[in-house]
């Protein structure tokens, strides 16, 4: 991954209705990002469990810890 063609999104911690609707809108965001591909397959998408965040990378619910609360997103992969 280009350190340049990247963009970064960080959900705030909060409540935990204040998180599950940054959540919710965070997941409304990839779907923008990823159009058609993301109605097919509904991922990455971000899940708050506990008071923390995940993102949810396939359907195997394999997942990454967001310790940071936020994750790079490769632009260049939307150039193919």
Avoid: C
Avoid at 5 to 23: C, D, P, S, Y
């Amino acid at each position: 991954m280009s350190n340049l063609n990247r963009v970064w999104i960080q959900l705030e911690k909060g409540t935990e209705q204040q998180m599950a609707k940054r959540v919710e809108l965070a997941n409304k965001l990839l779907h923008r990002m990823y159009g058609d591909l993301w109605l097919e397959i509904p991922f990455p998408r971000f899940q708050s469990t506990g008071g923390d965040y995940i993102l949810i990378l396939d359907a195997s619910q394999m997942y990454l810890d967001l310790t940071d609360d936020g994750h790079w997103f490769d632009l260049d992969f939307f150039d193919k």
